[in-house]
């Protein structure tokens, strides 16, 4: 009999132990449902915060004119044919490819006539146009590159380089039609 007294003592035991008091769980659960209904939600509805200058913009005053730019086209002459590079992989190049560049109504054949060209137009004052962050002096003419169907990465970094080489600093990128 003490025998099964024991196992009994021992059943109650892991019975006791196996039974889990569900009754703070239960006031948790009803905590944190009360809390998410009483949080105020932020939406937001299409805003993002911008932080901008409060000195620059427009005011009353006096409008700025607009800026003419340079534009420089880059036009496929010769398309070539895409030939993979036999020492890299997936790297191709294009023999028989050849471009001009349209400078206005000026076209350079090659990279030294556009530089030429483009020393020229930076030298020229005619080619400068007021500097708005430095009032009284002059800034050379921005610059928008305008590759057309069919150019490559190479032809537009090869511009961007004389651009740069010459001394104009404000480069842009327009949409001359390319893919």
């Known amino acids: 009999m003490a025998r099964k007294s024991r196992r009994q003592q021992m059943k109650e035991e892991v019975t006791k132990e196996a039974e889990i008091d569900m009754t703070p769980m239960i006031d948790v659960v009803f905590l944190l ?3 998410f209904l009483c949080i105020d939600f932020k939406i937001l509805e299409s805003k993002l915060p911008a932080y901008l200058p409060k000195d620059t913009g427009s005011r009353g005053g006096g409008t700025m004119e607009p800026q003419e730019k ?11 044919e895409k030939t993979l590079r036999p020492a890299a992989k997936n790297a191709y ?12 109504a000026t076209r350079a054949d090659s990279l030294d006539d556009l530089k030429r ?9 005619r080619w400068s146009v007021p500097d708005p962050k430095r009032p009284g002096r002059m800034k050379p003419m921005s610059v928008v590159i305008e590759p057309d169907a069919g150019t490559v990465y190479g032809d537009v970094a090869a511009c961007v380089d004389a651009v740069k080489f010459v001394g104009f600093d ?10």
């Not at 190049?93 to 349209?102: A, D, I, N, R």
């Not at 404000?170 to 893919?179: C, N, T």
């Open 33 to 35: 449902i009360i809390f």
């Open 70 to 80: 340079l534009r420089i086209r880059i036009v496929l002459d010769r398309r070539g």
């Open 93 to 104: 190049y294009w023999p028989g490819h050849k471009v001009h560049f349209s400078v206005g």
């Open 117 to 125: 060209e483009l020393e020229e137009l930076h030298r020229d004052p």
């Open 170 to 179: 404000d480069i842009h990128f327009g949409g001359g039609g390319g893919r």
